[in-house]
């Protein structure tokens, strides 16, 4: 297995003491069963909208509460599953974009969480959960361009040596190291907060691994929490 060290930085350790992270490194295997991605992207609308977690709404609004805290206005500029989840109010489902961003966002939506997917080819260095200075640039479309922004100061990014890849924590991922099923190297971060039981953010992690095994007999996955793994 590839060697790959998530980190959080005492700044945001200071800001948020009860954050725990789930990451998963995968080392893909062929693709012998794409369909899993959106069948199970299928199923998780389905049970958000019947049998949905009592505790789901807590956690996104605990997000919420916790983007605020670092100046941002989750109304406008929401966590990713938060958008995730209204889209699928609005609509009844989601339509399949890449098999493996099928299953992650299969996982996000069902659990109410956050979940990023990487392109771990594509890092200088390993990521890290920061608070940023406002000069780091950020890879982004707009109108079909590629173009370059830079974070607000004292916004929460994740970033690696070369610059951010995630603005507002999970809110927006940036073009470099954004994943696809044709990559080999994956790496994915299940982002909770206390309204979540800790048995859930597990059960989570058994979707997205369970899916990937499906969807890629004989991958390689390395499951690790990090932050605070005590609430």
């Not at 927006?172 to 994943?179: A, P």
Request: glycine fraction near 6%; proline fraction near 7%.
């Amino acid at each position: 297995m590839f060697a790959f060290n998530p980190s959080i930085d005492p700044s945001v350790s200071e800001l948020a003491p009860e954050f725990t992270a789930l990451s998963l490194q995968v080392q893909a295997a062929p693709v012998l069963h794409p369909q899993v991605g959106e069948q199970a992207l299928t199923r998780a609308c389905r049970d958000m909208l019947e049998q949905d977690f009592p505790w789901a709404e807590e956690h996104l609004s605990q997000w919420a509460e916790m983007f605020k805290r670092f100046g941002a206005k989750p109304k406008r500029t929401p966590c990713s599953a938060d958008a995730l989840r209204k889209r699928v109010q609005r609509d009844g489902s989601m339509a399949a974009i890449d098999p493996i961003v099928d299953l992650y966002n299969a996982v996000s939506v069902r659990f109410a969480i956050p979940v990023g997917g990487e392109n771990v080819a594509a890092y200088v260095g390993n990521p890290r959960l920061t608070r940023a200075a406002g000069s780091e640039q950020f890879d982004v479309y707009k109108e079909g361009v590629l173009s370059h922004e830079s974070p607000e100061p004292g916004e929460v990014i994740w970033r690696d040596e070369t610059g951010v890849t995630c603005r507002r924590w999970n809110w927006r991922q940036g073009v470099r190291t954004r994943l696809s099923i044709e990559q080999t190297q994956m790496w994915f971060v299940l982002e909770r907060l206390p309204a979540m039981p800790l048995d859930a953010l597990q059960q989570a992690g058994d979707m997205l691994e369970q899916g990937i095994q499906q969807m890629m007999p004989g991958a390689s996955v390395l499951r690790s929490l990090f932050g605070n793994i005590n609430s």
